[in-house]
């Protein structure tokens, strides 16, 4: 009776972890991947999936179980450590991130044996991140949604022209009160200006990232656009055209921002968005330090 009883009582003892471990199974089985979270984000961007995109895996297994998701400007070397040590394994990143546009590191000499591009894939491999690129679809967005993290952060969305959302009618200001506002809002280290800086203006352009000379001097040749707050320009193309524009009398000025500041807001949206659709694993926002703040590149996590 006594046998019987412990073997019974042994049984149920048993069963509670014999339990949790199928739950466990199952909760492994059904993790959600890095393709998972892909497909999701290709379900809700509001337009057609193009065939021909930037907006793919550079890294990593898409199979991977996600256990946390890092949505960053750019996946420089200090965002993949910060990631990494968050538990965070798949980078959402705007911008390349093996030095060049198609992620092919074409613009290193030494290739796969270029020491900084060698350690950067290593610790990728090592810590199995998973890199994928949303780029072309977000600019694309019914509103794009780099320009509508950066209307927010700057306070300018009731500001936004309704037929269109690059352009803001601001209360008038000057050319140097907008470009310490600007720096001051956006963080970013420095700020340059082309242009009369005690111009009085109220019409102004915002093209984030590199637009390129022939989007941006289209928008400069608007008849009411006062000023333009670029990324960052080709100084013999935007650059030169604003400086001949200046001496020839013309009511024209550009602020340069450098290209982190002026697309950072766009990752801290598409945080917001993310969470609307992905519930399972956190999702954060993962500054990209200013390349040009001094010391912002070497603090660790």
């Not at 471990?21 to 337009?47: F, M, N, P, W, Y």
């Not at 907006?55 to 960053?72: E, R």
């Not at 009085?200 to 915002?206: A, D, E, P, Q």
């Not at 608007?222 to 707050?229: A, K, N, S, T, Y």
């Amino acid at each position: 009776m006594k046998t019987t009883v412990l073997i019974l009582v042994g049984m149920s003892l048993a069963a509670p972890s014999l339990a949790q471990t199928a739950a466990t199974s199952s909760a492994a089985a059904k993790a959600l991947t890095a393709q998972e979270v892909v497909d999701r984000i290709k379900a809700h961007v509001g337009i057609a999936w193009m065939a021909q995109t930037r907006d793919t895996f550079k890294s990593g297994d898409p199979q991977t179980p996600v256990t946390g998701i890092a949505v960053t400007m750019m996946a420089t070397m200090n965002v993949l450590e910060r990631a990494a040590a968050n538990g965070q394994n798949l980078i959402i990143t705007h911008e390349p991130t093996f030095f060049d546009d198609p992620d092919k590191a074409e613009t290193v000499p030494q290739g796969e044996q270029d020491p900084v591009l060698a350690e950067k894939r290593r610790f990728i491999d090592e810590h199995h991140l998973v890199i994928w690129r949303f780029h072309d679809h977000q600019h694309r967005m019914q509103l794009d949604q780099v320009e509508q993290g950066n209307a927010r952060k700057l306070g300018w969305e009731r500001y936004r022209d309704p037929a269109n959302q690059y352009l803001f009618t601001l209360p008038e200001t000057t050319v140097q009160k907008l470009a310490d506002e600007v720096k001051q809002k956006f963080g970013a280290a420095a700020v340059r200006v082309v242009g009369d800086r005690e111009m009085k203006m109220t019409r102004v352009g915002l093209s984030p990232g590199f637009g390129g000379a022939k989007k941006e001097i289209a928008a400069l040749e608007m008849p009411d656009l006062q000023v333009l707050l670029v990324g960052e320009t080709r100084e013999w193309e935007t650059v030169e055209y604003v400086a001949d524009a200046v001496s020839q009398g013309r009511h024209k000025a550009l602020i340069v921002l450098s290209h982190v500041p002026s697309e950072q807001s766009g990752a801290e949206e598409c945080v917001r968005w993310l969470k609307t659709m992905v519930s399972e694993v956190p999702v954060e926002f993962v500054a990209t330090p200013d390349p040009f703040q001094n010391g912002a590149l070497t603090k660790k996590p």
